[in-house]
């Protein structure tokens, strides 16, 4: 198996872009694509769901992004020591009714010598909105470079 550049243990600048090609990732809504950044075996805790290895990733991104429709996430690191990672997130999303959700979220990661993640908790609490309250207006795929960061943006 080849590397996931950057590998632990991690300076402050190889943790930031880890935390943005992550955020890159995730914004892709491809749940194949995403699961790839994970050891086969990892381990999740998102909310109230705990599972583990890739097809388990795989099938629970297919049925978030199902739900949580125009989906745009920010990722911010935390921070970190050696090979594990406190990183702080908000994202946007709509419902099949139209309802507008701001979900912001705690995640701890561990990742092995390789750079792959094998384990991830994720703690994420819901606030309604309205449509004309989201900050989160690029187009779909990753985040515009010159987009603000969740600090820049006050959230």
């Known amino acids: 198996m080849r590397s996931r ?3 632990p243990p991690f300076t402050y600048e190889t943790a930031v872009a880890k935390v943005r090609a992550a955020e890159d990732a995730w914004n ?17 805790r998102n909310r109230s769901e705990i599972f583990s290895g890739r ?15 125009e989906y ?24 099949a009714d139209g309802e ?7 995640e701890l990661w561990e990742f092995d010598d390789m750079g792959y993640m094998r384990r991830r908790e994720a703690s994420i609490n819901d606030v309604r909105m309205d449509e004309s ?7 779909p795929g990753a985040r515009p ?3 603000p960061g969740l600090s820049e943006l006050g959230l």
């Open 72 to 95: 745009r996430l920010i990722k911010e690191l935390w921070g970190f020591r050696e090979n594990r990672m406190a990183v702080r997130f908000v994202y946007e999303s709509c419902d």
């Open 100 to 106: 507008w959700y701001r979900s912001y979220g705690n």
């Open 5 to 7: 550049p950057p590998v």
């Open 55 to 69: 097809d388990a990733i795989v099938e629970f991104l297919r049925r978030k992004w199902a739900q949580e429709r």
């Open 145 to 147: 470079k010159d987009h």
């Open 133 to 139: 309250e989201r900050l989160f207006r690029w187009e």
């Open 28 to 44: 892709t809504r491809d749940p194949e694509r995403v699961a790839l950044a994970y050891t086969e075996d990892s381990q999740w």
